[in-house]
């Protein structure tokens, strides 16, 4: 839902024809922002010199960004149009809510992904780890710091069910009074779900979507994870020629995919 609704901002905005950037790239997929290029939307980084904004609009995407930034752009002229996912923003307030109220705050997630570093913004200190292992060697140092702190885990969106709960596992092992907030998305669980569930009917698995997409990179992963053959593409240029040697092939796709590239990727699967 957070992806739709980005690109049909964006979409509006071009649409009206007065001056326009997205803040990054707008969603992880590259035929998306091509088209929004293409349209006149334009590309802001977080770490630009914004200089004069005057006048244009910037549309905040859907993994959303920290409020200092916010209040950069706004110091800058910017009228800002907010396209972050419902959920990714109800993490960001929790975080901030959290924070205040004195817990150590932990986020489960990528440290370079746009969703945390945003999230980070509300809770200045929180400790960001990506597996068990991290999660379990950060809340033992702070045990060791304050064995007495109030604890937190809040999770980037993407993540599966299964990763959520080893890394609160780990930071149990010190903190067992943890709070651990639910802030998975239901749509991206479902999905995970399905592939799940389709990879006991097929030999391969062919997933759908952009490269930098943390979600479909976690489809990709649980596919291989099930030990069936998988590759991740962008369109159905990338289809290789060794797919055709598996009967049954299942198609799936990351959540900022278009139907149309999903609908092309799958004519090439059939024509094979």
Known sequence: MGVRRAVALALDEAAGGGGAYTLGPLIHNP?????????????LRETDDFGDLTGKTVLIRAHGVNPQTEERLLAAGARLRDATCPRVKDSQMKAR??????????LA??????????????????????????????????????PRAKTA??????????????????????FPELKIVNTL???TEDRQNALK????????????????????????????????PAWLVENEGE??????????????????????????VERALRAL
């Open 31 to 43: 035929q998306v922002l091509s088209a929004l290029k293409e349209k006149g939307i334009g590309l």
């Open 97 to 106: 809510s959290l924070t205040r109220a004195g817990y150590c705050l932990f």
């Open 109 to 146: 997630g990528e440290k370079d992904h746009g969703e945390i570093i945003g999230i980070q913004g509300y809770a200045l200190g929180c400790v960001v780890t990506a597996n068990r292992e991290e999660a379990e060697a950060a809340a033992e140092k702070r045990c060791r710091e304050d």
């Open 153 to 174: 885990l809040l999770g980037q969106t993407t993540l599966s069910a299964d990763e959520y709960e080893a890394i609160g596992d780990g930071i149990r092992k010190w």
């Open 185 to 187: 998305c239901r749509a």
């Open 197 to 228: 569930e389709l990879c006991t009917r097929v030999d391969a698995v062919i997933v759908v979507g952009g490269k930098t997409s943390a979600n479909t990179r976690r489809l990709l992963s649980i596919a291989q994870s099930l030990d069936k």
């Open 239 to 264: 289809i290789l020629p060794e797919i055709s040697a598996y009967a049954v092939v299942g198609l799936c796709a990351g959540a900022s995919t278009p139907d149309t590239v999903i609908d092309a």
